[in-house]
């Protein structure tokens, strides 16, 4: 492990001279290294027990620091224990020997209250940031202070981004006459003339989905160019790894992964990692970009917001965004097909006095959000009730059930009739009475319309649009697989061969009269039977 080991030797000196620490350290996984690597060298593992404890804000956090850690000392090397539940790491302590772990206040309480985890044998305590421990709530600042209070003389690291009132009263009760460690970074490059920094915009992600992120954001926004922020090499690897698989290949200009310290021109800039210093943010200001978008944590959002001076704005990706307007057009649909059939006239009374007191448009805005809310009642309704008791898809009012399962319908009408697609969802909205967002894929042909509804609003629809008129024409609405079977009888009565003049069985040929029946049965000779006489005399 000779990166850990490099680290070790810097930091002996630290160690020696004071057993309390202060650092002042940007969340990063290069942090990590420079506050943990004193704590690990001082590791006995001969010992015995645990002898470091990590307590972060989250369970994140804590495999962060243990992939850090095994990346940099490999697998020979001390090995930090993510105690992101105490049940299994308690089952992990019963079957080796965990000389340290990292954990949130709470978990390594558990674990400390079961007696899987020894106090007597820790030699150091870290607090990884520890202001967002601070700032996670009543309940992480309480499991924190009595996790602290039974941990002796154990020697005490403490790492925040910045020291605030609430972290320096917590460095004057836990760690005392700490030496303190300031930022490694203190230069901070100039801005260039005549520039200044767009609105900052990130979209909030879990540290594993980084990669889809990347990938729909670049499907986004198609930027003319763009380079892509790594911190380090893994992420800066995961980030190629997206891109490569998007197309670009390693000499493509246009989209292409650098580290913090680029400053080559580019149309947009993307975080894949979120910036940590001043200095960072201002670096890429020299690459003079028109949009700069952070890829950040839920937790990171608050430093983050701090970094950009309130500069800073959340971003929607387009494809939430785009299956809302979806559903609003839906319902513009059901209103177009309402006023198609005839202006509601009892409804006009109704609402003609409020005329007076509001505008047309704001009525309209109040009738549709009790609509939606009804809606959304009867959903929630039929979830709840049990599913011997829903009542059936028949006449009457029909409940909206949400379903993941289609079915296609076929309909007398196509382009050649000028219908629409908004024609075809207005009718089944409208005269079927369900939601636009029931209605799935239709596929408008020449003569024809394929249309996917939920499956438990199929018999409805075809029940009530069955009939109804669409741009002047009736439709015939039937279940897509019942007009197959219909066509292929029908081929199959076009392969008998012909019947000759008489066409239907019975009927007789044109012109000719039927044959008086006799009084006696018909004869059945041509059905293999005995011959009877026709005549009974």
């Known amino acids: 492990m000779p990166e850990l080991e490099e680290l070790g030797e810097r930091a002996t000196g630290q160690v020696s001279r004071s057993q309390n620490l202060v650092y002042t350290l940007p969340h990063t996984t290069e942090s990590i290294a420079e ?64 000389l340290a772990v990292a954990g949130t206040a709470s978990e390594l309480g558990s674990l400390v209250r079961s007696s899987i985890l020894k106090l007597d044998t820790v030699r150091t305590v870290v607090l990884a940031w520890v202001d967002d421990i601070l700032d996670d709530g009543p309940q992480s600042v309480a499991a924190l202070e009595a996790l602290l209070g039974e941990l002796g003389d154990a020697g005490r690291v403490i790492v925040a981004r910045k020291l605030t009132p609430t972290v320096e009263d917590l460095v004057e009760r836990y760690a005392r006459r700490a030496r303190r460690v300031g930022p490694a970074e203190t230069e901070v490059p100039q801005m260039p003339e005549n520039y200044e920094l767009p609105i900052i915009r990130y979209i909030a992600v879990a540290d594993s989905a980084r990669g889809n992120a990347l990938r729909r954001l670049l499907d986004d926004l198609d930027p003319p160019s763009a380079v892509v922020v790594a911190r380090d090499e893994a992420e800066a690897a995961a980030a190629t790894r997206t891109i490569r698989n998007l197309g670009y290949h390693e000499d493509d200009s246009a989209i292409r992964v650098a580290r913090s310290d680029s400053r080559e021109p580019a149309h947009t800039v993307i975080f894949y990692q979120p910036p940590v210093t001043p200095a960072e943010l201002q670096r890429i200001a020299h690459s003079k970009p028109v949009q700069v978008v952070v890829l950040a944590q839920p937790g990171e959002v608050a430093w983050l917001r701090e970094l950009a001076s309130g500069r800073l704005a959340p971003m929607n990706l387009h494809g939430p965004e785009r299956r809302a307007h979806d559903r609003e057009e839906a319902i513009r649909q059901e209103l177009r097909a309402a006023l198609a059939r005839g202006v509601p006239s009892r409804e006009i009374i109704s609402l003609e006095p409020l005329l007076e007191e509001f505008d047309a448009v704001e009525l309209a805005a109040a009738a549709l959000l009790l609509l939606e809310r009804e809606r959304a009642q009867r959903r929630m309704a039929e979830v709840n009730q049990p599913a011997a008791a829903r009542p059936r898809p028949a006449d009457g009012d029909r409940p909206h059930v949400a379903s993941g399962s289609m079915t296609r319908l076929f309909m007398t009408v196509g382009t050649r009739d000028g219908v629409k697609t908004g024609d075809l969802m207005g009718a089944i909205a409208g005269e079927g009475g369900i939601p636009g967002d029931h209605v799935g894929k239709i596929d408008l042909r020449e003569n024809h319309a394929l249309v996917e509804v939920a499956e438990g609003d199929a018999a409805s629809v075809i029940a009530r649009v069955n009939g109804a008129m669409i741009r002047g024409r009736r439709v015939v609405v039937r279940g897509e697989r019942d007009k197959e079977d219909r066509d292929r009888s029908a081929g199959a009565r076009g392969d008998r061969p012909d019947r000759g003049p008489r066409g239907e069985r019975g009927t007789p040929p044109r012109g000719r009269p039927a044959a008086p029946r006799r009084g006696g049965p018909p004869d059945r000779s041509s059905r293999g039977g005995p011959r009877r006489d026709r005549d009974r005399s």
Do not use: M, Y
């Not at 590791?43 to 495999?63: H, I, N």
């Not at 962060?64 to 224990?81: A, C, D, H, K």
């Open 35 to 98: 506050f943990l690597t004193p704590a690990l060298v001082r590791v006995d593992p001969s010992a015995g027990g645990t002898q470091v404890v990590v307590v972060t804000r989250d369970a994140e956090t804590a495999l962060t620091i243990s992939e850090t850690v095994l990346r940099l000392s490999g697998p020979g090397g001390i090995e930090v224990v993510p105690v992101t539940s105490a049940a299994r790491a308690g089952r992990l302590f019963k079957t080796r020997p965990v």
